[in-house]
């Protein structure tokens, strides 16, 4: 029955397959250029706008077109130029509004809604337009179930489009483009589907008649658009290429810059070796932190770190392992802190800490012995690295960073001073201690120009016979306002202020002009001991010096001695035997001071090229009938040191029960105040004249222990 009323209908298969091959493209172009018009910037946002809703209304148009030409009826047919034209611009239109949709930041549901029908009634009024443009008698009768279909297919292929576009931006790079694909391929699909829905519909009645003759082959005019429309989507699709690559570039470009400027920013704040903050960052975190309890109360704590024997080490194992000992320091600090303290290195082996959450005063030791305890631990082997550690308070002990530095840097120094591998909280009678250091240091350098400082020379006498065997020079400041300063005051701060060169240069140097003149007066000299800085002894330059010196003033070796400290010897080992052999080569004695004080073992002495061992004057003190075990330690020591041919001396005897011990001990050598203290050069040619004690120029002092000699002032 049907068959007689309608004409019947067949598709040309290759012009179905290159209808669906279009939509399938303007499927992929629809999301891509989505995605363009999203990401463009506003500027230019509205041109891919336009040029996007042309390419894209283009290609769908094409699509519904090409599709048309597909049908094959056994009647000419044209197409009226009006109905056709605005068929595309309702291709157009409905692509303007997709797109525009597109570039929404999100998709509600009703925008989804809204738009999903906007698109589809442009679709679907293309099309039927379209179909209105077939110039055919009588009309199109369509059927209203496949008319209702196919304005199905095309809402929900709007609505499966306009959500797939949205769902895409968030998928990254590979995916991206196979996603892409799928979907466009979904998308192309509905297109066709609600085109062929849409034929699917038309019904042309059998009397139907086309209503000019003639007129353009279908085939060529659908490959002309079908032409056209691809060669319109792929420039697009390129042009979207270029702009997705000249903004994934100038993208790139920008990350590289925030990187950079991250980077510039870090290491502006940091330092380098250790990557621990530097003193700006610690400023401005001390700064946030004062603000902070000044607000709201409570108080928090600075601790100044300086390493203990880390510049030994430095010089001894090279700067590589040096810079490894603070690496692991820094770490291990850090890892003792918690993540909002704030470790600081301030240069060399000095750090700072801020800790925000300790408050109490019991609280802080335990943090700074926490800290003491991980710097010994990240030592490892190394000998002897520890730290002295000073803290300060905020708000008690000063209100800007600067002066908590300070104040915790002043508590460090008196660390140092108690012996070091300990720490100390600020006390305020430090500052003032603080600014005399630091004046005195000033001073010093004037006096050591001036000729302020002075020798003086303490007698050494032998217990067997009482003969004078030498003198030990200890050097004096004669200060015009604070008389006579005695070397701890001074020697230490000479040795953290570099001065202690130039100031044994001028011990040195008066000692050597003293024997020569000495000698020019006829008397005979006895050994004279000088002692010498632990930094000293490791420069390779003193043997070198001490020879220009004995040869400028013609005196012989033997002449001289140096005194050098236990924990030299051990610390800077390698140079310091260097030095020693050296001064052995050349005929100057060596003696190690203090000996007993240090942790030398020893079998140690064995290795080192001395020729005397002083034995502390801490032992000496204790040596009594009350004590006995004191005199067996002596004794053990003196018999080792005979075995492996040291002379000993005893330092600081003081009364005549100890000079008895000493005696009675073996020590070859003794010195003391029961004897004598350190007297100027003019007092000690005295006893040179006298040569035992006890005799002319040498007056043993009555109450030893307390008073000092009657010709020796009471400098030592
Ligand atoms: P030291 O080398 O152990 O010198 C011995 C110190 O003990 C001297 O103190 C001396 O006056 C003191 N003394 C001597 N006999 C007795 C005694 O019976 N009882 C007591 N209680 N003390 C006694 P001084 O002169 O104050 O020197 C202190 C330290 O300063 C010296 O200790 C030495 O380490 C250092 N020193 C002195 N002169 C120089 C120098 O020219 N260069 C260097 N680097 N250090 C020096
Ligand atoms: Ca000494
Ligand atoms: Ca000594």
Not at 56 to 69: A, Q, T, V
Not at 235 to 257: F, G, P, V
Request: one cysteine or more.
């Amino acid at each position: 029955m049907e068959a007689a009323v309608f004409l019947p209908r067949s598709y040309q298969p290759e012009l179905v397959l290159l209808s669906i091959a279009v939509a399938i493209l303007a499927g992929y172009a629809a999301l891509d250029l989505a995605d363009r018009v999203y990401a463009a910037q506003r500027r230019y946002a509205w041109i891919w706008l336009a040029a996007g809703a042309v390419t894209l209304g283009s290609g769908i148009w094409s699509m519904h077109f090409i599709g048309m030409l597909a049908l094959i009826l056994p009647i000419h047919m044209n197409y009226a130029p009006l109905p056709t034209a605005l068929s595309w611009l309702m291709a157009v239109a409905a692509s303007a509004a997709a797109l525009r949709l597109a570039c929404r930041p999100r998709l509600d549901h009703a925008t989804w809604l809204a738009g999903s029908v906007v698109m589809a009634i442009g679709i679907v009024s293309m099309h039927y337009t379209g179909m209105y443009g077939m110039e055919i008698e009588p009309g199109i009768v369509y059927r209203p179930v496949w008319v209702v279909f196919s304005v199905l297919v095309a809402l929900t292929g709007s609505a499966a489009a306009l959500g797939l576009s949205f769902a895409l931006r968030e998928v990254r790079a590979r995916l991206r483009t196979l996603k892409k694909s799928a979907a466009a391929a979904f998308m192309g699909a509905a297109i066709a589907g609600m085109h062929y829905a849409g034929m699917a519909a038309a019904q042309f009645p059998a009397a139907s008649q086309g209503l000019a003759a003639g007129g353009v082959d279908k085939t060529w005019l659908a490959l002309l658009i079908s032409s056209l429309s691809v060669v319109l989507l792929a420039a697009t699709l390129l042009a979207s290429a270029l702009d997705r690559r000249l903004e994934t570039q100038t993208a790139e470009l920008i990350a590289s810059l925030q990187a950079a400027n991250e980077q510039l920013r870090h290491s502006s704040y940091h330092d380098a070796l250790t990557d621990l903050a530097n003193r700006k960052l610690l400023d401005e975190r001390l700064d946030r932190e004062i603000g902070y309890v000044a607000r709201r109360g409570g108080g928090f704590a600075v601790f100044y770190v300086d390493l203990d024997g880390f510049k030994l080490l430095n010089d001894n194992l090279g700067h590589r392992a040096g810079d490894e000992v603070l690496e692991r320091v820094a770490n291990a600090m850090r890892d003792t802190m918690r993540d909002n303290d704030t470790v600081a290195r301030m240069g060399g082996d000095e750090f700072v800490v801020l800790a925000v959450g300790a408050d109490g005063m019991a609280d802080i030791d335990t943090l700074a012995h926490r800290l003491l305890m991980a710097i010994r631990q990240a030592g490892g082997t190394m000998p002897g690295l520890s730290a002295s550690i000073g803290w300060a308070r905020f708000p008690d002990h000063g209100a800007s960073p600067q002066a908590l530095i300070t104040a915790a840097d002043r508590a460090m120094y008196h660390a140092k001073h108690n012996g070091k591998n300990s720490y100390v909280g600020y006390r305020p009678e430090m500052a003032r201690r603080a600014e005399d250091e630091f004046n005195l240091q000033r001073e010093l350098g004037q006096a050591l120009g001036a000729g302020d400082i002075v020798v003086y020379y303490q007698p050494k006498y032998r217990p067997a016979d009482g003969t004078l065997s030498g003198a030990e020079a200890l050097v004096r400041w004669h200060h015009a306002e604070r008389g006579v300063i005695t070397p701890d005051r001074f020697i230490p701060l000479a040795e953290r202020s570099g001065q202690i060169d130039e100031l044994e240069g001028v011990v040195l140097d008066s000692v050597c002009a003293q024997i020569r003149r000495w000698r020019d007066a006829g008397l005979a000299v006895p050994q004279i001991s000088v002692n010498l800085s632990a930094a000293r002894v490791s420069d390779p330059r003193l043997p070198g010096l001490v020879r220009r010196h004995l040869d400028r003033y013609g005196i012989e070796p033997r002449s001289l001695m140096f005194e050098i400290t236990e924990s030299v010897a051990i610390k800077g080992m390698l140079e310091a035997i260097n030095t020693l052999k050296r001064f052995a080569r050349m005929g100057v004695d060596v003696a190690l001071d203090d000996f007993g004080t240090g942790h030398s073992s020893l079998s140690y002495l064995e290795k080192l090229p001395i020729q005397q061992l002083k034995i502390d004057r801490s032992f000496v003190r204790e040596l009594g009938a009350s004590m006995p075990q004191q005199a067996a330690i002596v004794s053990s020591i003196v018999t080792l040191a005979h075995n492996l041919g040291l002379g000993v001396v005893a330092e600081g005897v003081e009364t005549e029960e100890q000079l008895r011990y000493v005696t009675e001990l073996g020590c070859d050598e003794m010195q003391g105040y029961l004897f004598s203290r350190a007297v100027p050069a003019e007092d000690f040619s005295r006893l040179l004249v006298g040569g035992r004690y006890g005799e002319r120029g040498v007056s043993r002092s009555p109450d030893a222990g307390r008073a000092a000699p009657a010709q020796a002032p009471e400098y030592g």
